[in-house]
């Protein structure tokens, strides 16, 4: 499994350095003879992308450093993918009229909010300070943030190379992407635009605001 990381720290007389992973804040050493690509030199605070492993006295460091910028990405991004998902949704809700156009705000709303948190975590990680519980940011994906989630993993490299959060991550999405597929059920889609029209204003004055003012502050 490859990790992702930012060089924060270089010594190019020395040919070494730190890089800072994304995902826990921990530094890695790395040295010069790691890098693929011999006939480049690092630079700070360049993306990078790496394996982890040890040196002969067993001390964790980086392996096979790949700079972010030569990685090859096959297929849409994660970021087009959301974007699509998203204008599928606007569609379907301003042109089709097939579900509420609620809806639309909702993801959008959902989506900048959990960007904004995985921002918020990365740079908690980076500085060692206090971090996003997971089980929010999985919470945050399943009532509609996940657009947002996939452009904040893939724009700021942050978990996006994590087993285990990636496998709750997808649960989410297909759960909520089912919830979504019920919304053409003419009898579910009255229904939900009957709730979001009486609750809608409840949700946001009492429990988004202080979820806001707990976690954004």
């Known amino acids: ?17 730190f890089i800072t992973s994304d995902d826990d804040g921990k530094k890695i050493f790395v040295h010069i003879n790691s890098f693929s690509n011999r006939g480049r030199r690092p630079e700070l605070n360049q993306a ?14 980086a392996a096979n450093v790949l700079f972010a910028d030569e990685q090859r990405k ?14 599928a949704v606007a569609i379907c809700s301003f042109y089709l009229n097939k579900i ?9 709303f959902a989506s900048l909010l959990t960007f904004i948190m995985y921002a918020k975590d990365k740079s ?19 009532l509609c943030g996940w657009p947002g989630a996939l452009i904040a993993q893939q724009t700021l490299r942050h978990k ?11 649960t989410t999405v297909l759960l909520n992407c089912g919830a979504f597929a019920l919304l053409f059920i003419p009898e579910v889609s009255v229904e939900v635009q009957y ?7 409840f949700w946001i004055g009492n429990i988004a605001k202080p979820f806001i003012t707990k976690y954004l502050q």
């Open 1 to 17: 499994m490859r990790n992702q990381g930012t060089l924060t720290s270089w010594n190019d007389e020395r040919g070494f350095g």
């Open 48 to 61: 990078v992308s790496y394996a982890l492993s040890s040196d002969s006295k067993g001390r964790p460091c």
């Open 74 to 87: 096959s297929g849409l991004s994660s970021s087009v993918i959301a974007l699509l998902f998203l204008a």
């Open 100 to 108: 509420p156009r609620l809806i639309f705000i909702v993801y959008v």
């Open 124 to 142: 908690a990680a980076k500085n060692g300070s206090w971090r996003t519980p997971e089980s929010t940011l999985h919470l945050l994906a399943l």
């Open 160 to 170: 996006s190379k994590k087993e285990s959060f990636r496998f709750i991550f997808w």
């Open 195 to 201: 709730w979001l029209d009486l609750k809608l204003k």
